[in-house]
Antibody, heavy 116, light 111 residues
Framework: QVQLVESGGGVVQPGRSLRLSCAAS????????MHWVRQAPGKGLEWVAI????????NYVDSVKGRFTISRDNSKNTVYLQVNSLRDEDTAVYYC?????????WGKGTTVTVSS | QSALTQPPSASGSPGQSVTISCTGTSSDVGGYNYVSWYQQHPGKAPKVMIY???KRPSGVPDRFSGSKSGNTASLTVSGLQAEDEADYYCSSYTGSNNFVVFGGGTKLTVL
């Protein structure tokens, strides 16, 4: 069945880095755009980034520009989010989701906790 | 890009209808027919309920409907059921580098 599985989260000190991964299965990954969306504890959803189906275009929310990088490997059916220079406010559950103007398939999320 | 504005809470009794609003600007909600709505139960991933203002994905009950007027979109849940109790988020395409913006969320309580 169609599935997205995130991994790579953890507890990390401020200023450090992580690479989040999202493995896709059950659909033709290379024909879909992919998003990262995050949710801080007890807060709402925040869109983070999108990458076009072929990786040709990427967009980011202002608060992560220059620190986060979205990428994909269509041969591995995987999308990544490199998160650098982490701040306390980056603590959240990070979801990957399939789609363009809307997100029709979501993973269960991976938790990133930034703490000294 | 500011978040879209939703009421923090809404409620209704079983069988009733409730409408949740989502207000943006002419740069997002008002400028495009790309408004979507997501349902999120505690501890779970979001699920799309409405996309492109008023389209329902396969498997979503027809009790859920969407509309838009100007810069405000709305989600209506008719015939409320206990399982509809959840958080609901609207989102809109923005046509800018901040590709998508979400609303702050509305907690729907079924009394």
């Amino acid at each position: 069945q169609v599935q997205l599985v995130e991994s790579g989260g953890g507890v990390v000190q401020p200023g450090r880095s992580l690479r989040l991964s999202c493995a896709a299965s059950g659909f033709t990954f290379s024909t879909y755009g992919m998003h990262w969306v995050r949710q801080a504890p007890g807060k709402g959803l925040e869109w983070v980034a999108i990458i076009w189906y072929d990786g040709s275009n990427k967009n980011y929310v202002d608060s992560v520009k220059g620190r986060f990088t979205i990428s994909r490997d269509n041969s591995k059916n995987t999308v990544y989010l490199q998160v650098n220079s982490l701040r306390d406010e980056d603590t959240a559950v990070y979801y990957c989701a399939r789609g363009g103007d809307y997100m029709d398939v979501w993973g269960k999320g991976t938790t990133v906790t930034v703490s000294s | 890009q500011s978040a879209l504005t939703q009421p923090p809470s809404a409620s209704g009794s079983p069988g009733q209808s409730v409408t949740i609003s989502c207000t943006g600007t002419s740069s997002d909600v008002g400028g495009y027919n790309y408004v979507s709505w997501y349902q999120q139960h505690p501890g779970k991933a979001p699920k799309v309920m409405i996309y492109e203002v008023n389209k329902r994905p396969s498997g979503v009950p027809d009790r859920f409907s969407g509309s838009k007027s100007g810069n405000t979109a709305s989600l209506t849940v008719s015939g409320l059921q206990a399982e509809d109790e959840a958080d609901y988020y609207c989102s809109s395409y923005t046509g800018s580098n901040n590709f998508v913006v979400f609303g702050g969320g509305t907690k729907l309580t079924v009394l």
